[in-house]
């Protein structure tokens, strides 16, 4: 029963070991911030979802970037539109919540939510991510 115990809590140990050695050395633990790609039909919709996530505090930041042509295979047919980039930078641990409730306010039936791990960056800019975005 202890060791299935130890095995359970393992990840919350490491992770509580991981954030006390960061606070104690001021570094930074690469992956805890992420960004996130959301692609929108246009600048409107794009607006709205950025100042949604915004108000729900699930990122520090969202960049709203100009049209981009896209071409997409979509139901076994080669489509061709234009579409608006956000860029939402926020904790990874943010991610699923971000993901969920984009894809209940986005209007595309599959829209695009991916992110990727922020390895390094400038230490003040994490830092302020973390200070924006609550913890969960």
Same mark, same amino acid.
């Given at each position: 029963e202890v060791l299935t115990l130890l095995v359970l809590m393992y990840p919350l140990l490491q992770?509580?070991?991981v954030h006390l050695h960061s606070a104690v050395t001021g570094s930074y633990i690469p992956g805890t911030h992420s960004i996130a790609f959301?692609?929108?039909l246009n600048e409107q919709i794009a607006r709205d979802i950025a100042r949604a996530i915004m108000d729900k505090k699930l990122a520090a930041y969202v960049n709203i970037l100009p049209k981009s042509s896209a071409l997409y295979f979509w139901k076994g047919e080669l489509e061709e539109s234009t579409e608006i980039l956000l860029l939402v930078?926020? *904790?990874?641990s943010k991610i699923g919540e971000l993901s969920n409730y984009v894809r209940s306010i986005h209007p595309f039936e599959i829209p695009e939510i991916i992110?990727?791990?922020i390895d390094q960056g400038n230490p003040l800019y994490l830092k302020w991510i973390e200070e924006s975005v609550? *913890?969960?």
């Open positions: 992770g509580l070991a959301v692609n929108c930078k926020t *904790r990874t992110s990727l791990p609550p *913890r969960d």
